[in-house]
């Protein structure tokens, strides 16, 4: 199995000019000239990362630009009331450009069309057509450290984030 662990691995910045469908005329001036970044498969990534190095509700994007996720450790998720962390990919699941995490405010931003998502992934306004996916994610009980599974996909409008694979469940404090 190919496992990374350091930044830059599967790293292809492509600076395309708007959102997947490369640039058509009707695109708004908020998708031109906006970064898309595209990532080699990177199977599994193990982190040095612990479920208490993550703030409550403060998504960790140190990943996002390498594997193309982020991590959250959620006070209250949207499916189950749990406390749990999350790798949420950071690919808008409308034309595919990389979200921001808008901590201050709360939510993530798609800065080529504009959805919004909850930090958990959930949408929370169009034109996406649904939620963020998550990755794959998993507890090495020996060492208290993070691996994410970018293999496995979960998908929130299927009913998929129930998936005890998707999340780590923690104790809230
Ligand atoms: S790609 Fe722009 S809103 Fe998602």
Redesign the pocket.
């Known amino acids: 199995m190919t496992r990374w662990a350091g930044p830059l691995s599967g790293l292809m910045l492509v600076g395309a000019l708007g959102?997947?469908g490369g640039g058509s005329k009707q695109e708004p001036a908020a998708?031109r000239g906006v970064p898309k970044a595209r990532y080699q498969p990177v199977p599994v990534v193990e982190l040095q990362t612990r479920v208490q190095d993550l703030g409550w509700d403060e998504p960790d994007e140190s990943q996002k630009n390498w594997a193309g996720f982020y991590l959250v450790r959620l006070r209250r998720d949207v499916v189950g009331d749990r406390a749990a962390v999350v790798a949420v990919r950071a690919i808008?699941?409308?034309?595919?450009?990389t979200?921001h995490v808008l901590v201050a405010e709360g939510f993530v931003s798609?800065?080529?069309?504009?959805?919004r998502f909850e930090l958990s992934g959930k949408l929370r306004k169009g034109?996406?057509p649904e939620s963020l996916w998550r990755y794959g994610i998993a507890l090495d009980k020996r060492t208290g450290r993070i691996s994410v599974d970018t293999r496995k996909t979960y998908r929130y409008e299927k009913g998929e984030w129930s998936d005890s694979a998707c999340f780590i469940p923690v104790a809230r404090e």
């Open positions: 959102c997947g998708a808008c699941t409308y034309r595919g450009c979200p798609c800065p080529c069309f504009g959805s034109p996406a």
